[in-house]
């Protein structure tokens, strides 16, 4: 599923490799070994997420956008 969300990937010393988060989505969080993995698991976590909301007949929160200062 094609979406304009944004996942970001961080290292967790906690954990022991990498999470990956949705901001709009709180409570979204996925982990990997590696980075590719984090977001693979994240893109999975975020498509199931989405669809929820659909099925459950919530709004959809707006992506986050970069602003650009000139």
């Not at 979204?28 to 929820?52: C, K, N, P, V």
Request: a negative charge; aromatic letters at 10%.
């Amino acid at each position: 599923m094609k979406n304009k969300y944004a996942i970001h990937i961080f290292w967790s010393d906690e954990d022991g490799g990498f999470v990956a988060i949705c901001h709009e989505f709180p409570g979204l969080s996925a982990f990997g070994e590696t980075r590719e993995t984090a977001l693979i698991e994240a893109q999975i976590a975020l498509d199931l997420m989405i669809e929820t909301y659909r099925t459950k007949g919530l709004s959809l929160p707006e992506p986050d956008s970069l602003l650009v200062a000139a």
